[in-house]
């Protein structure tokens, strides 16, 4: 049966989802970077079924979600750069890969399999709420199809999801767009993971230059090359639109020719472009589109992120 989405600020729309999650189901809930898919990350057949609704490879770990530092500091070994991260960046989209503590209560489906565990400690309300009233640490990919493109509302889960979840708790679209950055800190040195919604340079002004994951392994097992990938094809860089293609523009000066347009940020805001990224994928998404023809965007900032997240929807894909 389809979920119903649950206004998150009607009374008792958190004690719901929460006593769903107690249940063992899946809850889909806003975070300030994407909407998650979550489940008890205790319980082996609640994380089971988060791999299952999102048709996710089981060797790609999850992100646990914490409701503060100190919790977090339970499940993973926090040395000083790890300290220093957490306290200057949570509650915020900040992901932090360190060593998984020993005899803690996850299930080792949530990692994978892994000596490491992904521990995040989000901002948005909501998701605090849901994280305290629940009071389990809950696992929570980004609520889309493995592949497809990150859901920043509650209508873009139910369009996919609806009918693998309990419920969708609705917190509106959500404000920083993209997901969080992930920094691994299992190694001698950091390593940029994943660029995401704290910029790189903030990061990097804290405890120094970030590594590149080595090449030819897959750092962080979901960065496949094909990953966020809208069903029409994506081309990058376009400074000249095709008449049969949507373009996804940046900027005040948007070359004329395409058949529909859409623009990131007409100001040129990359914090704008973030938040609007995956709406405006998904909204020129069409069948009468060949392609979605993408401008260029700065490469700073949360450029790093967006570039990231565009270089993947247009890479060849798996199937
Ligand atoms: O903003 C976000 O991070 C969102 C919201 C819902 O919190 N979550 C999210 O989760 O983006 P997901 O599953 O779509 O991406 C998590 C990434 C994957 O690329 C996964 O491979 C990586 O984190 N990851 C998780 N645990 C890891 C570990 N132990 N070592 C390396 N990478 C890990
Ligand atoms: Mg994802």
């Not at 299952?52 to 993973?76: C, E, Y």
């Not at 909501?126 to 920043?152: D, F, H, K, Q």
């Not at 030819?216 to 008449?243: D, E, F, K, Q």
């Amino acid at each position: 049966m389809p979920a119903a989405i649950l206004p998150a600020d009607r009374p008792d729309a958190i004690e719901a989802a929460a006593d769903a999650l107690r249940a063992g189901r899946l809850v889909a809930f806003p975070t300030e970077t994407v909407y998650g898919l979550g489940a008890d990350a205790g319980s082996d057949a609640a994380v089971a079924a988060i791999y299952a609704a999102k048709g996710r490879p089981s060797h790609n770990p999850l992100i646990v979600h914490l409701p503060d530092a100190q919790a977090a500091m339970r499940f993973g070994r926090f040395d000083a750069r790890a300290q220093r991260l957490a306290s200057a960046f949570w509650p915020g989209p900040l992901t932090l890969v360190v060593p998984r503590a020993e005899a803690v209560p996850l299930s080792p489906r949530a990692t994978a399999g892994l000596p490491t565990v992904a521990l995040r400690v989000p901002s948005h309300p909501v998701a605090l709420a849901l994280l305290l009233a629940s009071g389990l640490p809950l696992a929570a990919p980004s609520a889309n199809v493995s592949g497809r493109v990150s859901a920043t509302t509650a209508q873009h889960v139910a369009e996919t999801l609806g009918d693998k979840v309990a419920v969708i708790l609705d917190g509106g679209p959500t404000q920083v767009g993209v997901e969080s950055t992930i920094v691994g800190l299992a190694g001698e040195r950091p390593v940029l993971l994943r660029p995401g919604g704290v910029p790189r340079e903030a990061i990097e002004a804290l405890i120094g230059p970030l590594d590149e994951p080595a090449a030819g392994i897959v750092a962080a097992p979901g960065m496949l090359a094909s990953h966020y990938a809208p069903h029409c094809p994506v081309r990058l860089n376009v400074t000249a639109p095709r008449a049969d293609e949507a373009l996804l523009a940046f900027g005040p000066d948007v070359p004329a020719g395409a058949k529909l347009v859409l623009n990131l940020s007409a100001s040129g805001n990359l914090e704008e472009a973030a938040a609007n990224l995956y709406a405006h994928l998904r909204a020129l998404d069409r069948a009468d589109i060949a392609a979605i023809a993408v401008m260029p965007i700065p490469q700073h900032g949360l450029g790093h992120a967006i570039n990231d997240r565009l270089r993947r929807a247009a890479a060849p894909r798996h199937e």
